[in-house]
């Protein structure tokens, strides 16, 4: 190959390029990489193709005719993207050095109140149209300086920092690509709120005011491997209508117009968890507000421009106000709009499963 050649190898169809794919890349004498913008790439990759001066582009689909074997590729050129090229001087700004410390600060709270472990959870801020400042992989929320933050784009690729970002960066991507008021996000594993998302069933509504003004309907994503594109677009249906939602077997999402306010839900969300699994605990009837009185909350949230699916009128009909099944139960289904899971066991189920059981047993006894 001529000094100077452009050889690009064309990746698009994978969702995750990691560093055995880079030394392919090598190997064949790449000089590009073109990846689609959904791709995630690893940080040995990302490492290994910047020292051996391997260029990635993310984009896709290639020009037509590329292969991966076979990119020659003066003629290939990826796509342009869409957005003005991420700004590297928006990691260094007044600002910037505000929202860094801001960022540090919850996440040691999110480790004081133990909602992350190990190097769990993450936590972002969209400080330019198409630049956010992000938590680094496996640093603990306790520990985290302001020098370990990372700058990405909207595609994930990181800008500035000299960790590397979070990999579940991508979910708190797609709600800024989806909500444009959301300019925050914190993802964490709060052991109350948690224990709801891995039963796929969300808290009532209807009972304690804070919780129906600051977060209101949870809605319930279903599972995806964490990391994946697919898991960071499990919660689009449901973010433009909820500040709040639980992953499935995972944790909570919250996103806000800051870091502090995302952390505020998490607080306000596992707090009502844990507070309703005590008072199921008394022996007593949880008493509701009433229907009244929770559409004069509704009222008070709205000024407030706090997202709620309650505030469609046709959700009325599928989500009641307040929607407490039994006075002693802390726990239900989701209404499908947000997030009623076709896998969870329905009633017909349970009752088969039921009438199975009871017709072994009575054999068995008819037996004796
Ligand atoms: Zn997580």
Redesign the pocket.
């Known amino acids: 190959m001529r000094k100077g050649e452009v050889k690009q190898i064309e990746l698009t169809g994978q969702n995750v390029l990691v560093l055995r794919d880079a030394q392919s890349a090598l190997a064949a004498g790449a000089t590009q990489v073109l990846v689609c913008k959904r791709c995630i790439v690893t940080p040995s990759a990302r490492d290994f193709l910047r020292q051996n001066e391997i260029e990635l582009v993310i984009g896709g689909p290639a020009a037509k005719g590329s292969s991966v074997a076979a990119a020659s590729s003066s003629q290939s050129s990826p796509v342009q993207a869409t957005r003005s090229p991420a700004n590297p001087r928006l990691f260094s700004t007044p600002e910037a050095e505000a929202i860094k410390l801001e960022i540090c600060a919850v996440g040691r709270k999110l480790w004081n109140r133990a909602y992350v472990d190990g190097n769990?959870?993450?936590i972002s801020y969209r400080i330019g149209p198409n630049e956010v400042i992000c938590t680094p992989t496996l640093v603990s929320k306790l520990d985290l300086t302001p020098a370990d933050l990372c700058l990405v784009d909207l595609d994930g690729v990181q800008i500035a920092g000299t960790k590397p970002r979070t990999s579940?960066i991508f979910l708190h991507l797609e709600i800024y690509k989806a909500v444009p008021e959301a300019k925050a996000a914190v993802?964490?594993?709060p052991p109350h709120a948690t224990a709801y998302a891995i039963t796929g069933r969300v808290p009532p509504n209807g009972i304690i005011p804070e919780f129906e003004v600051m977060v209101g309907k949870v809605a319930v994503s279903p599972y995806e491997t964490?990391g994946t594109a697919a898991f960071a677009q499990t919660v689009l249906p449901y973010v433009r209508e909820h500040n709040t939602v639980l992953?499935s077997n995972?944790?909570i999402i919250c996103w806000a117009d800051t870091v502090t306010h995302a952390e505020w839900y998490a607080e306000v969300l596992d707090t009502y968890c844990w507070t309703l699994m005590l008072a199921s605990q008394l022996g007593v009837p949880i008493s509701q507000i009433s229907e009244r009185q929770t559409s004069d909350l509704l009222a008070i949230k709205k000024t407030l421009g706090l997202p709620d699916s309650r505030f469609d009128p046709s959700a009325i009909r599928e989500c009641q106000l307040s929607d407490m099944e039994d006075p002693n139960s802390i726990a239900r289904l989701p209404c499908v709009r947000d997030g009623a899971r076709s896998n969870t066991a329905d009633a017909p189920e349970v009752d088969r499963l039921v009438q199975s059981v009871t017709d072994a047993v009575m054999r068995a006894i008819n037996e004796t």
Request: proline residues 9%.
């Open positions: 769990g959870g993450n579940e993802h964490c594993h964490p992953l995972h944790g």
